[in-house]
């Protein structure tokens, strides 16, 4: 299963307003496990960045003028997200905006149906308590001293640990194959967050117990 953990950053809050996107960051997550693929880009919004939005991310007109626009990447990101659930915190508002410069540009728009909020997930989860970005790593102990500024490509990276803990897929166990030579190789790239419980072999359990009588035979009893 794949998934893509996405964010983006704005001139300001409100598309009625006509704020635009500054930044989007999207990460592929395989089986819930980050791959190699990501999608970074920053945009000219065509307009001004606001005091406030400025004060978040960092991001001044300058520096914006100078990227590229949403039309120009707007095939890229969506043949990134193409047949790929959407994972992102807060998704009305990430949405809104993705929906609006896809409108302006005569794009179809993304179907919400294709989103998972973790805003809600952590609503329902944590009922009452805060549950921001930031909150959210420090509930689940996760490293977010990076995150001075806002920044669509890092958000991403530590939304996508925290999605893990929100849907409690936080326990690694390891997929295991066997050479001819009965030598077993661990497959990196197979590793899946899951509770599955593996047993030990008939083998191993034999081993174990011949371990146990030669380390404490006068207090072992088989």
């Given at each position: 299963m794949k998934e893509v953990v996405l964010d983006t950053e704005t001139t300001g809050l409100e598309v009625k307003d006509g704020h635009r996107i500054v930044e989007i960051g999207c990460i592929e997550l395989e089986n819930q496990i980050p791959t190699s693929k990501k999608f970074h880009c920053y945009l000219n919004p065509e307009r001004k960045v606001s005091e406030k939005a400025l004060e978040?991310?960092?991001?001044?007109?300058?520096?914006?003028?100078?990227?590229?626009?949403?039309?120009?990447?707007?095939?890229?990101?969506?043949?990134?997200?193409?047949?790929?659930?959407?994972?992102?915190?807060?998704?009305?508002f990430d949405i809104g905006h993705l929906n609006n410069e896809l409108s302006l540009i005569g794009r179809k728009k993304i179907d919400k149906k294709n989103v998972i909020d973790t805003l809600y997930l952590a609503r329902e989860k944590f009922p009452g308590s805060q549950i921001n970005l930031d909150a959210l790593c420090k509930r689940f102990q996760i490293d977010n001293s990076r995150r001075t500024k806002h920044n669509a490509l890092v958000d991403c990276e530590l939304l996508s640990k925290v999605y893990i803990n929100l849907i409690d897929q936080k326990e690694?166990?390891?997929?295991?194959?066997?050479?001819?030579?009965?030598?077993?190789?661990?497959?990196?790239?197979?590793?899946?967050?899951?509770?599955?419980?593996?047993?030990?072999?008939?083998?191993?359990?034999?081993?174990?117990?011949?371990?146990?009588?030669?380390?404490?035979n006068k207090n072992f009893f088989s």
């Open positions: 978040i991310h960092g991001y001044n007109d300058d520096f914006l003028s100078a990227q590229k626009k949403f039309l120009d990447v707007c095939d890229d990101f969506l043949n990134f997200i193409k047949d790929k659930k959407l994972i992102i915190h807060n998704a009305e690694p166990t390891l997929n295991f194959k066997s050479s001819e030579k009965e030598k077993t190789d661990i497959d990196l790239n197979n590793i899946i967050y899951c509770k599955k419980i593996v047993y030990p072999t008939k083998e191993e359990s034999k081993n174990h117990k011949e371990y146990l009588k030669s380390k404490f």
